[in-house]
């Protein structure tokens, strides 16, 4: 019983740190545009900036593991967030499934990247680490 008592408030301390490190990370990635697709392209055009979009699903594991470990990642959020317009969205959902249709989306998650004038640069799909994930912003800017 004595063993129970203490193995409870060290797996309490241990989850609540694990939370507490991964809302710490939250703010350091990428900050996704809040608005309709419209507004995200007059944003670019305005800022003069690329457009990024990520399409995923919910149920979509590789989408899950981008979002926790990539989107989060301090160098990819400065990246990301000084070259592109960022834009989220649920592919099978509202305006996310009528981007997923216009760019033919076949597996999640696909990454696309546009110009500023709303014109597809490179599309691709699948789990990207940080480094990988920062080569291929690179890679659709010097396109």
């Known amino acids: 019983m004595k063993k129970i008592l203490i193995i409870i408030p060290v797996l ?3 989850f609540l740190f694990a ?3 991964s ?21 670019a ?7 990024f979009l990520d399409i995923s699903a919910s149920w979509c594991g590789p989408c899950k593991m981008l979002k926790r470990n990539t989107f989060t990642n301090a160098e990819v ?11 989220e969205v649920d592919g099978e959902v509202g305006e996310g499934f009528e981007l997923a249709q216009r760019f033919q989306i076949d ?4 990454l696309i990247y546009l110009d500023k004038n709303d014109k597809l640069i490179l599309k691709t799909a699948g ?10 912003g690179k890679h ?4």
């Open 12 to 14: 309490f301390s241990f």
């Open 19 to 21: 939370n507490v490190q």
């Open 23 to 43: 809302i710490k990370q939250e703010g350091t990635g990428i900050n996704f545009f809040k608005g309709t697709w419209q507004e995200a392209v007059a944003k």
């Open 45 to 51: 055009k305005k800022e003069k900036k690329h457009i």
């Open 77 to 87: 959020g400065k990246f990301y967030n000084d070259n592109f317009v960022c834009v």
């Open 107 to 110: 597996g999640y998650p696909s």
């Open 127 to 136: 789990y990207r680490a940080p480094a990988d994930f920062i080569g291929l």
């Open 140 to 143: 659709a800017i010097e396109k």
